[in-house]
């Protein structure tokens, strides 16, 4: 079997005129990373990552961001999109598409493969269906006249303007006019939107039968609790991150904080944030789900399966792309 997938364009074929982009995803604790990096081992790839808080230095056990996995048989893999900013930046989908498009085609003039790798299923969608999205400067004015409308008025506004890929733009007023003021100001500087450059997909989801992965968030929890996650988080806090913006980056930091904050025990922090990341994975497949109804197509494998069977799946599919 070949160690690499095409990247070269072939006479004759317009089909193979775009380079591939591997994908690697899943939900929470399906072992992606250690998927990735084999594959990037394999075929002479760099990883790319699609996780959008892996991109804050300091959040590093909360994240999951299990930097040794990236040294593998004694070769260190190279990664982007990871440890680009300081805890509390605000980050968003349009500066990823633009970091994305950078590694990318970083990537591509080293003549390496490009492999995707996260469960930050906006992320992903942004780039496999190419979204058009604008960087809109805060407007104060416009913000100001939003302000006589109630939440249900803005949510029509906001669907009559773009189909409502992401619904955590409609779960508080804040995001939700920000939301608004993007789609705005797209409609008024239909130059500025970020264009995906072309490119081939081969997509590919991890998955484990649900009480196996119940089973492994469980056991990932815990021994981030003893790698020192409350610490890390004290950090964070100690560094001058507001504790408001640890709380809107969710689920460990979210726990954590408030337990910090005294506002629980450690066993409620452990006990609610054990039932918010199972919810967090349901909504994960939630999301993969609706990508492929929607025409995306992820190719399904085994988690069960031993890491070597399942980079050999991967290279079987990487083959067929090539016919």
């Known amino acids: ?26 939900p929470t604790a399906c072992g992606k990373t250690a998927l990735a990096t084999e594959l990037a081992y394999q ?17 590093d056990i909360g994240t999951g961001k299990d930097l040794a996995d990236y040294h593998i048989h004694g070769v260190d893999i190279p990664y982007h999109l990871i440890d680009i900013h ?12 633009n970091d994305f498009i ?14 995707l790798c996260g469960g930050t299923g906006l992320y992903i969608e942004s780039v496999v269906r ?16 939003l ?20 619904h955590t733009d409609t779960e508080n007023r804040e995001r939700l006019v920000r939301a608004l003021e993007i789609q705005e100001y797209a409609l008024r500087h239909p130059d500025r939107h970020v264009t995906m450059p072309p490119m081939r997909h081969i997509i ?27 610490d890390e988080v004290q950090r964070l806090l100690d560094q001058g991150v507001p504790a408001e913006r ?38 994960q497949m939630t999301w993969f789900r609706r990508m492929e109804r929607n025409g995306v197509d992820i190719h399904w494998i085994d988690g069960q399966k031993t890491l070597q069977e399942k980079v050999d799946e991967v290279l079987l599919w990487c083959q067929r792309e090539k016919k």
């Open 204 to 230: 590919i989801g991890v998955s484990f039968p649900r009480e196996k992965v119940v089973e492994r968030i469980g056991i990932r929890l815990r021994q981030r609790l003893d790698e020192g996650m409350v």
């Open 147 to 166: 302000e006589p409308y109630s939440d249900d008025e803005l949510i029509a506004r906001l669907a009559s303007l773009v189909k409502l890929h992401n």
């Open 86 to 97: 300081d805890a509390g930046y605000e980050y968003n989908v349009y500066q990823f598409q």
């Open 246 to 283: 640890l709380l809107r980056y969710g689920l460990e930091y979210k726990h954590i904080t408030r337990y910090l904050l005294l506002q629980c025990t450690y066993q409620q922090m452990f006990d609610n944030l054990y039932t918010d990341i199972r919810r967090f994975s349901k909504r």
């Open 43 to 59: 075929l002479q790839g760099e990883i790319i990552s699609a996780d959008s808080r892996q991109v804050f230095r300091g959040m």
């Open 1 to 26: 079997m070949s160690n690499h997938c095409y990247n070269e364009p072939s006479q004759g074929d317009p089909r193979q005129e775009a380079p591939l982009l591997l994908t690697i995803t899943g």
């Open 102 to 115: 950078a590694a990318f085609e970083s990537i591509l003039r080293r003549h390496r493969q490009p492999i």
């Open 130 to 145: 190419g979204y058009q999205l604008a960087d809109a400067p805060v407007d104060p004015d416009y913000r100001r006249s």
